[in-house]
């Protein structure tokens, strides 16, 4: 089993940025890639970013290359997601997800999931 813990979300002005964390517990290793979704209330969760196990590949959607980026911290257990250029659109609870598998962009693909974190962007 592993336990994740999304911390980071909040409200922020169009523009500003916000970096996401998550902390993870329980059987955790480097073979756990991560991956970051987002959901919206009434729509499905949708694929942010991802990283592998050993965080030598990432991945993004399309609408967020070049605003955000995915990183990892094995000594504290923890994944991350910088967030710049915030848009409106950008407005969604956030969750993180452990896989055994490589860069995947279905939710169905990931094993555990934290509670989420919500974001708020304002115009």
């Known amino acids: 089993q592993v336990q994740l813990v999304e911390s980071g979300g909040g409200l922020v002005q169009a523009g500003g940025s916000l970096t996401l964390s998550c902390a993870a517990s329980g059987r955790t290793g480097s073979y756990f890639g991560m991956g970051w979704f987002h959901q919206v209330p009434g729509k499905e969760r949708e694929f942010v970013a991802a990283?592998?196990?050993?965080?030598?590949?990432?991945k993004y959607a399309d609408s967020v290359k070049g605003r955000f980026s995915i990183s990892r911290e094995y000594a504290k257990n923890a994944v991350y997601l910088q967030m710049n250029s915030l848009e409106p659109e950008d407005t969604a609870i956030y969750y993180c997800a452990a896989e055994k598998g490589v860069l995947n962009t279905t939710p169905s693909r990931y094993d555990y999931w934290g509670q989420g974190t919500q974001v708020t962007v304002s115009s």
């Open positions: 990283i592998t196990a050993r965080a030598e590949l990432t």
